[in-house]
């Protein structure tokens, strides 16, 4: 069994670089993500591509093997399953779950998480609009509306429905709740930019102003005006 260590380095690993359009993950990257030293990560990596989990190429960055990425995806597959779970079944708040799924995802055996999955009707997304990983723990399950662009990038007049937030931090899905944005609502831009780096939506009969670089952090698909 990996251990827990070297299965969060293989995830923050993936998630970097599928961030970036599969370019290889910086030492500096993995460091700010993990909150470690360079050296840290780089004496890991090591160990990561001795045991055949990923490939550190000098100056250029680390990419994981087809064997890291299928961890990789066994972990997240766990991590949002419980997340979900979590929200469902425990009625916690979508601030909540992220990280009570962090201290369970190294726990859980994929028999339990197997079984969650289909308690669950087998879903596309967790809370945070994230796809979750299939059992054969090689692909993502594509979301039924794939998240086209930012909400930042939408101009005056378009609607639109939340479809993934990136930014997952506690302090920052609060925020978003007080607006009134969950995963799924939909609203219109009022204006953008709204003066001083903002962006004002409409969410029903409520109107508010986001700071665009928050508005960056949310992908969004066109809905139809009505």
């Given at each position: 069994m990996p251990?827990?260590?070297v299965e969060n380095y293989v995830k923050t690993i993936f998630q970097i670089v599928s961030a970036q359009e599969d370019r290889p993950a910086t030492?500096?990257?993995?460091?700010?993500?993990?909150?470690?030293?360079?050296?840290?990560?780089t004496s890991m990596l090591k160990t990561l591509d001795a045991a055949r989990l990923a490939t550190h190429m000098?100056?250029?960055?680390?990419?994981?093997?087809?064997?890291?990425?299928?961890?990789?995806?066994?972990?997240?597959?766990?991590?949002r399953l419980l997340e979900l779970f979590l929200l469902r079944t425990l009625d916690m708040s979508w601030d909540e779950v992220h990280d009570?799924?962090?201290h369970m995802e190294h726990a859980v055996s994929d028999l339990l998480v197997d079984r969650i999955?289909?308690?669950?009707?087998h879903p596309d997304v967790d809370p945070h609009?994230?796809?979750i990983p299939r059992a054969d723990g090689d692909t993502l399950r594509p979301p039924e509306e794939p998240a086209g662009h930012t909400l930042a990038e939408c101009t005056a007049g378009a609607t639109f429905k939340l479809a993934r937030v990136l930014d997952q931090s506690a302090e920052f899905l609060r925020s978003l709740t007080d607006s009134g944005l969950a995963l799924g609502a939909v609203g219109r831009v009022?204006?953008?930019p709204d003066g001083a780096g903002l962006i004002r939506i409409q969410l029903g009969k409520r109107s508010c102003v986001l700071a665009l670089e928050a508005a960056?952090?949310?992908?969004?698909?066109?809905?139809?005006?009505?």
């Open positions: 251990s827990l260590t030492t500096g990257q993995i460091a700010a993500a993990l909150e470690v030293s360079p050296g840290t990560v000098p100056y250029e960055g680390v990419a994981l093997t087809r064997s890291g990425r299928v961890l990789a995806l066994r972990v997240l597959r766990r991590h009570e799924a962090e999955d289909a308690f669950l009707g609009g994230d796809p009022e204006r953008n960056r952090k949310l992908l969004v698909v066109d809905a139809p005006k009505g």
